[in-house]
C-alpha cells in the first residue's frame, strides 16, 4: 500500500501539516459538541413543560421543534467558527491581514444592502484580506439567491469574488468571458457595425478557447495578460470547469467572479470530527490563495508551494 501520509496537496502543501491544524482544532469541537446538545436539550425540555403552551402533545412537539432548531443553528455556527480557527493560520503565511467569517464579516449597512441587492439576496461566509508579493487582495465567498419571476422557488449561487491590485500601470479595460466560439464570431461583426470602442484580442489557441478577451478603452492587453496569468486563469477554469467564470482588468484592479459548486467546510458538522475534514481544508486552502496564484501569474514566477 503506498504511503500518502506526506503527499502534496491540491493547495500545493503536504497532507502532515493540514492534518496537524485539524488535531489541533478538534478539542474546540468536542466542546461545541457538548455545549450545543446541553443547549437544545435544556431549551427542548423547558418549553415542553411551559403550560401556556396548551396541550402535553402540542408542548412536546413544539419542544423538539426548538431543540431541533437550536441543534441546526449550534451546526451553522459551527462550520463558521471552524473556518476562523483554521484561516488565519493557513493564511499567516501569504500576507493575510484580515480574516472574518459568519456574522459580522460585513458591516450592517452592507449586509442590509446585500440582503436586497438587485443581483439577488446575498450573503457573506467568509472574507480575506492582506498583501502578498507588494499587491492588495480582497477574497469574498458569497451565497445568492435569485428569484425566479414565474416560480417561487429561488435559486441559489455560491462564488468567490477576488480583487487584486494590479501591481504594473496598464489603461483602458480588458474583460475576460468563457468561450463563444462561433457566438463570439457574431459579436464581433455587431461591434463592428456598431462602431463601439470594444474588440476582441486573440491571445493564443489554448487561452482563446477557453476565454473571449474583450478589450476597450485603448487597453494595453499585452501589459497584463502575461503567460503566466493566462496559465494561472487556466488553471481556475479546469479546477471549476463548467461555471461562468468571469474577470476583467480596470481602473488599477483585477476582479475575478469564480462560481463555486458549494461553500467552504460545507460538510462541517458538530459530529464529524475535524481530522475527517482533510479534504475540506484542502478546498479552504485552496481557494484562500486564489488572489495569490494570480499575483503570481501578474508579477512572474517564483519558487513557492503554490501550484
Request: charged share 20%; proline share 5%; aromatic share 10%.
Given at each position: 500500500?503506498?504511503?500518502?501520509?506526506?503527499?502534496?496537496?491540491a493547495n500545493g502543501v503536504d497532507r502532515e501539516r493540514l492534518q496537524h491544524l485539524l488535531q489541533a482544532a478538534?478539542?474546540?469541537?468536542?466542546?461545541?459538541?457538548?455545549?450545543?446538545?446541553?443547549?437544545?436539550?435544556?431549551?427542548?425540555?423547558?418549553?415542553?413543560?411551559?403550560?401556556?403552551?396548551?396541550?402535553?402533545?402540542?408542548?412536546?412537539?413544539?419542544?423538539?421543534?426548538?431543540?431541533?432548531?437550536?441543534?441546526?443553528?449550534?451546526?451553522?455556527?459551527?462550520?463558521?467558527?471552524?473556518?476562523?480557527?483554521?484561516?488565519?493560520?493557513?493564511?499567516?503565511?501569504?500576507?493575510?491581514?484580515?480574516?472574518?467569517?459568519?456574522?459580522?464579516?460585513?458591516?450592517?449597512?452592507?449586509?442590509?444592502?446585500?440582503?436586497?441587492?438587485?443581483?439577488?439576496?446575498?450573503?457573506?461566509?467568509?472574507?480575506?484580506?492582506?498583501?502578498?508579493?507588494?499587491?492588495?487582495?480582497?477574497?469574498?465567498?458569497?451565497?445568492?439567491?435569485?428569484?425566479?419571476?414565474?416560480?417561487?422557488?429561488?435559486?441559489?449561487?455560491?462564488?468567490?469574488?477576488?480583487?487584486?491590485?494590479?501591481?504594473?500601470?496598464?489603461?483602458?479595460?480588458?474583460?475576460?468571458?468563457?468561450?463563444?466560439?462561433?457566438?463570439?464570431?457574431?459579436?464581433?461583426?455587431?461591434?463592428?457595425?456598431?462602431?463601439?470602442?470594444?474588440?476582441?484580442?486573440?491571445?493564443?489557441?489554448?487561452?482563446?478557447?477557453?476565454?473571449?478577451?474583450?478589450?476597450?478603452?485603448?487597453?494595453?492587453?499585452?501589459?497584463?495578460?502575461?503567460?503566466?496569468?493566462?496559465?494561472?486563469?487556466?488553471?481556475?477554469?479546469?479546477?471549476?470547469?463548467?461555471?461562468?467564470?468571469?474577470?476583467?482588468?480596470?481602473?488599477?484592479?483585477?476582479?475575478?467572479?469564480?462560481?463555486?459548486?458549494?461553500?467552504?467546510?460545507?460538510?462541517?458538522?458538530?459530529?464529524?470530527?475535524?481530522?475527517?475534514?482533510?479534504?475540506?481544508?484542502?478546498?479552504?486552502?485552496?481557494?484562500?490563495?486564489?488572489?495569490?496564484?494570480?499575483?503570481?501569474?501578474?508579477?512572474?514566477?517564483?519558487?513557492?508551494p503554490l501550484r
Amino acid at each position: 500500500m503506498t504511503d500518502t501520509s506526506n503527499s502534496i496537496m491540491a493547495n500545493g502543501v503536504d497532507r502532515e501539516r493540514l492534518q496537524h491544524l485539524l488535531q489541533a482544532a478538534e478539542p474546540r469541537r468536542l466542546q461545541m459538541l457538548a455545549a450545543n446538545i446541553s443547549l437544545a436539550i435544556g431549551a427542548g425540555v423547558f418549553i415542553a413543560g411551559f403550560a401556556p403552551l396548551g396541550g402535553g402533545i402540542t408542548r412536546t412537539i413544539i419542544g423538539i421543534i426548538a431543540a431541533i432548531a437550536l441543534w441546526q443553528l449550534g451546526n451553522r455556527l459551527w462550520r463558521d467558527m471552524a473556518i476562523a480557527m483554521l484561516a488565519p493560520d493557513i493564511g499567516k503565511g501569504w500576507g493575510q491581514k484580515h480574516f472574518a467569517s459568519g456574522w459580522g464579516t460585513v458591516p450592517v449597512e452592507e449586509w442590509i444592502g446585500d440582503l436586497f441587492s438587485s443581483e439577488g439576496s446575498q450573503t457573506t461566509a467568509w472574507r480575506s484580506e492582506g498583501d502578498y508579493r507588494s499587491a492588495q487582495y480582497r477574497l469574498t465567498e458569497k451565497t445568492i439567491r435569485f428569484r425566479r419571476h414565474s416560480k417561487r422557488r429561488r435559486e441559489v449561487f455560491h462564488t468567490v469574488m477576488v480583487a487584486v491590485s494590479v501591481p504594473k500601470p496598464f489603461s483602458g479595460r480588458v474583460e475576460f468571458r468563457p468561450g463563444s466560439g462561433l457566438f463570439g464570431r457574431v459579436d464581433d461583426m455587431f461591434r463592428q457595425f456598431s462602431g463601439g470602442g470594444e474588440q476582441r484580442h486573440a491571445i493564443d489557441a489554448e487561452f482563446d478557447a477557453s476565454f473571449d478577451t474583450i478589450a476597450s478603452g485603448g487597453a494595453s492587453v499585452e501589459a497584463v495578460v502575461t503567460p503566466a496569468f493566462r496559465r494561472a486563469l487556466l488553471m481556475l477554469a479546469k479546477r471549476h470547469p463548467n461555471t461562468y467564470l468571469t474577470a476583467h482588468f480596470e481602473n488599477g484592479w483585477f476582479h475575478l467572479r469564480l462560481p463555486i459548486p458549494h461553500l467552504a467546510f460545507a460538510s462541517a458538522h458538530l459530529l464529524k470530527p475535524l481530522p475527517a475534514m482533510i479534504d475540506d481544508a484542502d478546498e479552504l486552502w485552496w481557494d484562500l490563495t486564489i488572489a495569490h496564484r494570480l499575483i503570481d501569474g501578474l508579477m512572474g514566477e517564483h519558487d513557492g508551494p503554490l501550484r
